[in-house]
Nanobody, 128 residues
Framework: QVHLVESGGGLLQAGGSVKLSCADSASGRAFSTYTMGWFRQAPGKDPEFVSA????????YYADSVAGRFTTSRDNAKNTLYLQMNSLKPDDTAVYYC???????????????????WGQGTQVTVSS
C-alpha cells in the first residue's frame, strides 16, 4: 500500500518560492523503487503533468511550463518527494498532487496513466 500526503502549499506572491513535500507513510522500502510524479489542476482546467523523477533520481522530467523554475527531488531514506518551485507565476495557481508509479520503467517520461497512487493534494495560490 501507498499513502501519500502532500504539504507545503499556501498563498504566495508572484516571483516567490515554495517547496512542496510528499511523504509516503505506508509503502516502506518500496517507495525507493517507485517513479514519483507531481501533477497540478487549476480550476476549470485539465490536469497537468508537471514533473517526474525515477527511483534513483537519475532521470527527471518537467513540463515546458515549469522547466527552469521547478526542481523535483526525493529522499528515499525519508520516503519523501519534493518540488522546489521558484519564480512563481499566477498561472502556477492550482492544487498540486503527488503520485507514485510502481511499474518497471519501460519509457521516459512516464505516462500519466502509469501512476497508480495519488495524494489528496495541496493548494498553491500565487497572487500577482
Amino acid at each position: 500500500q501507498v499513502h501519500l500526503v502532500e504539504s507545503g502549499g499556501g498563498l504566495l506572491q508572484a516571483g516567490g518560492s515554495v517547496k512542496l513535500s510528499c511523504a509516503d507513510s505506508a509503502s516502506g522500502r518500496a517507495f525507493s523503487t517507485y517513479t514519483m510524479g507531481w501533477f497540478r489542476q487549476a480550476p476549470g482546467k485539465d490536469p497537468e503533468f508537471v514533473s517526474a523523477i525515477d527511483w534513483s533520481s537519475s532521470k527527471t522530467y518537467y513540463a515546458d511550463s515549469v522547466a527552469g523554475r521547478f526542481t523535483t527531488s526525493r529522499d528515499n531514506a525519508k520516503n519523501t518527494l519534493y518540488l522546489q518551485m521558484n519564480s512563481l507565476k499566477p498561472d502556477d495557481t492550482a492544487v498540486y498532487y503527488c503520485a507514485a508509479d510502481p511499474h518497471q520503467i519501460l519509457h521516459w517520461p512516464p505516462f500519466s496513466d502509469d501512476f497508480d497512487y495519488w495524494g489528496q493534494g495541496t493548494q498553491v495560490t500565487v497572487s500577482s
